[in-house]
Each structure stands twice: as structure tokens, then as C-alpha cells.
């Protein structure tokens, strides 16, 4: 089956001169801001959906709150992409199913990872067949396997680069429509992996490494921020805090409390603004 509609112009959007910069957010108010900046997509983080409700991350706990934060994005008027960890299950036909329910809720991507949860990867045949899995159950979701042997494995193993590229082999040839190496920071790794691959290749980007625009000069088609917009917000709420309790008036801006209702207006049958603001003085 040919995606069509929203899944087909997610798909596009990785096949652009330069590459789509996917903002990670962890609930509504999040996605809809960052959506507001004038992103098409935006994708979850696994990690700010875990943290908000106390959970740990990749380790199969949050598979009920991901479904529900796709079921409250997905029908906002910009394409989404889910982070599901690992598919929350070791079974293939699960993974599989849960991303039909994604698909159903109206997510037009997936970020799989092959990290077993124990801080060490998974097997590539299992990978391989969730990915099968999911491209059987949800044909038009856009899915973008991850490999996490630059996130978790030894750096300096003169194999790295090898086992990084065979694992992604499979998981192009199990059906991947774009992959995925967080950690992977240095310029010339970057671009020989991508005259390697068949599809897209996602960096995640680190502010101590390529700029997005260097990376799209190195064949880059999709640079991801993780979680390092919630992390920065968390942040942000301490020093704010800490600014306060010492006297001082608080750093940095913010939307106001009617910006920030305004960003529900829309899934209650109200106008919301086409974008906000730009920010003022932090509200009460």
C-alpha cells in the first residue's frame, strides 16, 4: 500500500534539499506550542512522557500514556511521530498492533528502538521483525528504526562503525523507511554512513556537535532534539525558582496564562491562534 494524506507528506518531508527538524514534545500544551513556531511535525519524547508521570524510561512502562498522548495530538493540524521505545513489548505482532492504534489515533511515524531496556541492544532479528510487524499493521506509518550502538556501546571499538551499519542494513531491509543513530556527533562518520544507506538517515542533534545546517549539508534528512527541549524546560522552572527564592527577578520570558489556555481552545470546538505570541514577562 502507497501512504497517502498525512502519512505521505510525513514521508516527504524527509526527502527535501534540506532536513526536517522534528521538535520532541511531552504533552499537549508542548506539541502545540512548538507546532505554533511554524513546524509541520512534531514528534514525543519517551523520556518527557515518562518522567510527567513518574515512570522510568525504556522500559516498557509507559505504553498506556504514549497511546493516550497520540490520541490527544492526533488530530491537531500538524503531522505527528511517536516515540515508542522499543514497541513496549518483545513480541513483534504487539509491537505491530500498537502501532495500528497509533496509526488509528492518527500518528503518521514511529521511532523504534533496539535497546533492550537493560542498557545493552537487542537482538537485530527482533528488531528486524518488529519492524516487519508494524509495516504489516500499519502499512502507511512512517517508521524510523533506531539503533542505539553509538548511545550505549563502547565508542572507541574499532567495530563500531561496522555493527552500526549491519544492524541498519537490516532494518532497512526489514522495511524501515528511515533510521535512526543517536550519539553519533562526529562529521565524517555522518557522511559515509549516509552514502551507505538506502534511506533517511535521523541525527539526533547535540549542541556540542554539527549545526543543523552542516548537517544537512552531510546528507542528513532528519534531525531530532529528543529530549532536550523537556530537559531544558525542567531547567529552566528550577532557575526560575532558584532566581525567586534569592531575590531576583526571575531570567528568560515566557507565554502568558492566556497563551497558554488558548492552546486547548481547539480540541474544545474553540478558535485557537494561528501561532503565539512571542513571549513576555513570566505570568503568575
Same mark, same amino acid.
Not at 508521570?53 to 498506556?64: E, F, N, S
Given at each position: ?12 518531508? #524527509? #526527502? ?11 504533552? /499537549?500544551? @508542548? ?5 505554533? &513556531? *511554524? ?5 514525543? $519524547?519517551?523520556? +518527557? ?10 522500559? !516498557?512502562?509507559?505504553?498506556? &500514556? ?7 495530538? +492526533? $488530530?491537531?493540524?500538524?503531522?505527528? @511521530? =511517536?516515540?515508542?521505545? +522499543? ?5 513483534? %505482532?504487539?509491537?505491530?498492533?500498537? !502501532? ?26 527482533? #528488531? ?11 502499512? +502507511? ?8 550502538? /553509538? ?20 532494518? &532497512? ?9 543517536? *550519539?553519533?556527533?562526529?562529521?565524517? &562518520?555522518?557522511?559515509?554512513? =549516509? ?23 552531510? *546528507?542528513?534528512?532528519? =534531525? ?40 486547548? /481552545?481547539?480540541? #474544545?470546538? %474553540? ?14
Amino acid at each position: 500500500m502507497t501512504p497517502s494524506g498525512p502519512a505521505s507528506a510525513f514521508a516527504a518531508l #524527509h #526527502h527535501r534539499d534540506e532536513p526536517i527538524l522534528l521538535p520532541n514534545a511531552w504533552d /499537549h500544551a @508542548s506539541a502545540v506550542a512548538l507546532a505554533a &513556531q *511554524g513546524f509541520a511535525a512534531v514528534g514525543t $519524547t519517551s523520556l +518527557g512522557v515518562a518522567a510527567a508521570v513518574g515512570l522510568p524510561d525504556g522500559t !516498557a512502562a509507559t505504553r498506556d &500514556q504514549t497511546l493516550q498522548l497520540a490520541l490527544n495530538l +492526533g $488530530t491537531e493540524d500538524f503531522l505527528l @511521530s =511517536v516515540d515508542a521505545e +522499543g514497541g513496549f513489548s518483545e513480541d513483534p %505482532c504487539r509491537v505491530g498492533e500498537f !502501532a495500528r492504534e497509533l496509526s488509528v489515533v492518527g500518528a503518521v511515524g514511529i521511532n523504534l528502538e533496539d535497546g533492550n531496556g537493560e542498557g545493552g541492544l537487542g537482538p537485530v532479528a527482533l #528488531h528486524a521483525a518488529k519492524i516487519v510487524a508494524v509495516k504489516a499493521a500499519a502499512p +502507511g506509518l512512517f517508521v524510523n528504526a533506531r539503533t542505539d550502538t /553509538h548511545w550505549l556501546g563502547d565508542r572507541r571499538s574499532p567495530d563500531l562503525a561496522r555493527d552500526t551499519m549491519a544492524r541498519l542494513d537490516a532494518y &532497512q531491509q526489514a522495511g524501515a523507511d528511515g533510521v535512526f543513530v543517536p *550519539g553519533l556527533t562526529d562529521p565524517d &562518520q555522518i557522511g559515509a554512513l =549516509v552514502k551507505s544507506l538506502d534511506v533517511p538517515l535521523n541525527i539526533l542533534y547535540s549542541p556540542t556537535g554539527p549545526t543543523v545546517a552542516r548537517l544537512g549539508d552531510l *546528507g542528513v534528512r532528519r =534531525v531530532s532534539l529528543g529530549s532536550l527541549l523537556y530537559r531544558r524546560a525542567l531547567g529552566a522552572a528550577v532557575e526560575a525558582l532558584t532566581d525567586i527564592r534569592a531575590g531576583r527577578v526571575p531570567k528568560g520570558e515566557a507565554p502568558s496564562y492566556d497563551e497558554v489556555v488558548a492552546l486547548g /481552545h481547539q480540541r #474544545h470546538g %474553540c478558535a485557537r491562534p494561528n501561532r503565539i505570541s512571542p513571549p513576555g514577562p513570566v505570568s503568575p
